[in-house]
């Protein structure tokens, strides 16, 4: 290992990424981007679901109980007066649901005696978690609605068990507080994969790859001149994502701050290794961009937790997820974001990375070669 030799890559690399626009875009303008679509573009949290109400009955009481739903932020009411009014907009996806008050609602209520008063809720199957929303939140909205008409009416309201709700580490229940920690995941991936597959694969098409490899240089001193600036572009690129998640989108960062910058580089050095072994197998920018996306950013977004639930998946696909590095880091960063600094969760995560980056680098020397084929 030479220094001198080992300085001039490092400089040659640093001053193709200052005159390259495209590894300036992908290292500070697209976290940022992906941030923003993250925060407002992407969200788990259902409001204004538009909802029909079709108002069988002139009674006071279904007037209260249509301002239950008029009132709820949660819903976007468009009223009929028959339930075949609201079909054609629930068939076209304009509303999704159909909230049924019918005729005898209020001589029903007030029969002590006699079954409760029905409400007919019928959704949009077609999109099945909207359907479960649609669903709870109406419930949810009769129920309140009953307790404040008992307390209206000066009796006890219908709850003989009171269910307190206390909800940790994200209490506003805001999607943004762990989609925007998911999101830093696939732009690390995106920084260490993509960009260092391409450039090495862009020197390839372009011929300065074998100018590299007719010097003296050793395989050490090529892959750690091609690996270190591009793990500080990456630690540049970690930084702005969690200025722009802390301080624009205040999302909480209840863990360290440098415990967050670790578990970044170990990760950062995981998606490096991939990248490098993207670019010892293929030459062509293309070709390494295809593979980039099949094995790193693909995964990362379906298989990682970031999205979708990993336990709900089938036994195979479970498995297969043991096997993607992102999963891992995800793991971290909701644990420093939103909880702190949880050990037993963060060191067999970062173990794991540590080790995968050992494996991948180990390949990678072993598969480049100071020749041209």
Not at 193 to 199: D, I, S
């Amino acid at each position: 290992m030479n220094i001198r030799r080992l300085n001039a890559l490092m400089r040659k690399e640093a001053l193709q990424i200052i005159r390259d626009p495209s590894s300036i875009l992908i290292a500070a303008v697209l976290p940022l981007l992906l941030i923003f679509i993250f925060a407002f573009a992407v969200s788990l949290d259902v409001n204004e679901l538009a909802v029909g109400i079709a108002v069988e009955d002139d009674s006071p009481e279904a007037a209260s109980f249509v301002e239950a739903f008029t009132s709820s932020r949660y819903f976007k009411v468009r009223s009929a007066r028959d339930r075949r009014e609201l079909v054609p907009a629930l068939t076209a996806g304009d509303i999704r649901g159909i909230v049924v008050i019918p005729g005898d609602f209020a001589s029903r209520l007030g029969n002590a005696a006699g079954p409760a008063a029905p409400v007919q809720i019928i959704t949009d199957g077609s999109e099945p978690n909207t359907a479960n929303f649609v669903q709870n939140y109406a419930r949810g909205a009769w129920q309140v609605w009953l307790r404040q008409r008992a307390l209206d009416g000066g009796r006890a309201a219908p709850t003989p068990v009171t269910v307190v709700d206390r909800v940790w580490y994200n209490p506003e229940l805001e999607s943004r507080n762990f989609l925007l920690p998911g999101a830093l995941a696939l732009i690390m991936t995106l920084i260490g994969t993509l960009l260092t597959a391409l450039v090495v694969a862009r020197e390839w098409e372009r011929g300065t790859m074998e100018a590299l490899l007719s010097t003296s240089i050793t395989r050490g001193e090529l892959i750690l001149g091609k690996l270190l600036p591009y793990f500080l572009l990456g630690m540049l690129s970690l930084f702005l994502s969690v200025s722009a998640m802390v301080l624009l989108f205040h999302v909480p960062l209840r863990g360290s701050f440098l415990v967050l910058a670790g578990a970044g580089a170990v990760f950062l050095f995981t998606a490096l290794g991939l990248g490098m072994l993207i670019s010892a197998a293929a030459r062509n920018q293309f070709v390494a961009c295809q593979i980039a996306f099949l094995t790193a950013f693909m995964p990362g977004m379906m298989l990682s937790g970031f999205v979708f639930e990993i336990s709900s998946m089938p036994l195979p696909i479970r498995i297969a997820t043991n096997f993607i590095p992102a999963k891992y880091f995800v793991s971290c960063l909701h644990s420093l974001f939103l909880v702190g600094d949880v050990w037993p969760v963060l060191l067999p995560n970062l173990l794991f990375l540590g080790a995968v980056s050992v494996i991948l680098f180990g390949i990678v020397i072993v598969m480049v070669r100071k020749r041209i084929d």
